[in-house]
Structures are given as C-alpha cells and as structure tokens.
C-alpha cells in the first residue's frame, strides 16, 4: 500500500492555480477512467502471455515496474503509472507490459517483494536527482514510511549516512533498520536537534516527504551549495519560502516523482545483493481492503502495509 493510491482516491492532488481543488496524479493530460483498479506494488506469477511474448515466461514468478513510461528514453516528463493510467494489482489479476515484469533472484516470499516496488523505486529516484554520495549525510523526513524507510536503507546501500526525523515511539526501528541517528519530531527546537544527531557535521542532502511548517526549517538546515529533494508532501503540500535562503545558500531544490528504468534495475541489483531488505508491517486479506487503508492512514507502523488476494 502507498499514499500515490490514497491520495489519487481522495483526488488531494490539487492544481498548479489551486491547491485545493479536487485533481488526480496527472495534472495534466489525465489518464484516470472509471472503473479503475488501483495497486502499484504487485509481485505475481505469470500465467498466460500474450502475442510475441516467449511462452517458457509462464510459471516465472515477477516484481512489476509500476511505470508507464511512455517514452523509450528515461525521461520522466510524460510519466504514468498501473493503478491510474491502467489497472494495477489490488485484484486476483493483473494484466501488464511483459517488460515490465521482473525476475528477481531471491528467496523473499511474495508479501516481502512487494514491499520494495513503489516506495524503494521513488527513494531511489530522489537519491539519484539529488546525486547523493558515499560518505555523505542526508535527513529523511517522514523517516518511518514506506519511502522514509527505504531511502534509510538505500542511503546505506550508497555508502551515505541517513539521519531520520519521525514521530515518538519509532526512533528504535529506524536505528534497527541504519539511522545512524534518530531526531524526534515536535520535541524542542528542529534545527538545533538535527544539529545534535548529526554531530556537528554538515547536511548535505535533505530527501523530504513531509514539508508543511518545517520546510523552511529544512533549507536552513542543509549546507551551502546542499541539495533538496522531495516526492511528497505528507505534512501539507503549500509551504513558506524565502527565496534569499534559496539562492544565498546556493541550493538545488528537486522534485521527484516514480522513478526510471535505470533507477528499477539498480533497485533489482540491491534486492539481489542483499543491500536492502523488506519491512513488512502488516498483511491483510484483500477483502479487507477497508481496514487496510485505515490502519495505512493512521501510520502507526515502520516500513509497509501488504495486501494479498483471499
């Protein structure tokens, strides 16, 4: 489960001239009808293939890239994705490009390979915007999500030092999972705690999933010539900026969204090396789907939420 898929059913999205009104994922160019069967993160087993498509695939057990990507480059510019733009995984079937099904080489069980699809792919592509580097130290926002807690690991999988902002009661999963530090959020002052955990040491990138009121806080926070990355907005979309912080500070804002071929087959190499693992945080019965996306909106877990057909 993933905000993309609350978000888009809540139609939160809102457009470039109002924030508030009610607009899907595309903003432009939509691609949503009805009836539409949402779900991004999908592991599966083939069975049946259409024309020109190798029969011996049947029987192989596959991670789908999500993507849509109607573009044979890795422009993400007229991206879409399976769950809007098509039919994605919450059902018994799913029909999809043959290239977008991925063998993967690992004994995970299905409920733990579906953890990595979306969130791990958009973690990668805000690592890989923001160019961040081994031995450098990036804050994660909203650090206990499905996104927050990947870029952890991925960040460690680069070689980078994560430090994590989340809410009371999850500091010791995110230590557990490679934080090398945890900062509480809405315990004392922001920027002097992110100060603390990070030793004294410059911020070299910010991957942001939560902005609302501490964004500004964020820019203060990242070193000059730092770099800001963001792929959602959780704490509220619309924030306070004073451009003077932007460009005195000579910093790079990115905004991410999905990822590319290239970002879901390194994701591929990690799984298969063992450089990531899943954080399953609960399993439900499709035919509970409600609960579900109660108990995912109310994040009260670390990592992610798998839904399974009956």
Excluded at 67 to 76: A, M, T
Excluded at 92 to 103: D, G, K, Q, S
Excluded at 276 to 301: C, E, W
């Amino acid at each position: 489960m993933n905000n993309t898929d609350v978000w888009v059913r809540e139609g939160a999205y809102g457009t470039e001239d109002d924030p508030q009104a009610v607009s899907t994922w595309r903003r432009q160019d939509n691609t949503l009808t009805f009836p539409r069967i949402q779900g991004t993160d999908t592991v599966g087993h083939v069975v049946a293939v259409g024309d020109g498509v190798d029969p011996s695939r049947i029987g192989e057990r596959v991670m789908v890239d999500f993507s849509i990507y109607n573009r044979d480059d890795d422009s993400l510019a007229d991206i879409d994705y399976m769950g809007h733009g098509r039919d994605g995984g919450y059902a018994e079937y799913m029909a999809l490009p043959a290239e977008n099904a991925h063998v993967v080489a690992t004994d995970l069980t299905d409920i733990e390979l579906a953890t990595f699809c979306c969130a791990y792919l958009t973690g990668e592509r805000m690592l890989e915007r923001a160019r961040l580097a081994a031995g450098e130290r990036v804050l994660v926002t909203g650090a206990s999500g499905g996104v927050g807690s990947a870029i952890i690991q991925l960040a460690r999988a680069r070689g980078a030092v994560p430090i994590a902002v989340t809410a009371p009661g999850k500091e010791a999963a995110l230590l557990e999972i490679g934080a090398q530090a945890v900062v509480t959020r809405g315990e004392g002052d922001f920027v002097e705690a992110v100060a603390r955990a990070a030793g004294g040491e410059p911020i070299d990138v910010v991957a942001d999933l939560v902005a609302g009121p501490m964004f500004n806080d964020l820019l203060k926070i990242l070193r000059p010539e730092g770099r800001y990355t963001t792929a959602g907005a959780i704490g509220g979309p619309v924030v306070r900026l004073d451009l003077r912080t932007m460009y005195l500070k000579q910093l790079e804002l990115h905004g991410s969204s999905q990822g590319s071929r290239a970002d879901f087959r390194r994701l591929v190499g990690y799984i298969e090396d063992r450089k990531i693992r899943p954080l399953v945080g609960g399993v439900y019965p499709l035919s509970d789907f409600h609960r579900a996306q109660t108990d995912f909106m109310a994040k009260n877990f670390v990592g992610k939420l798998v839904v399974t057909p009956d």
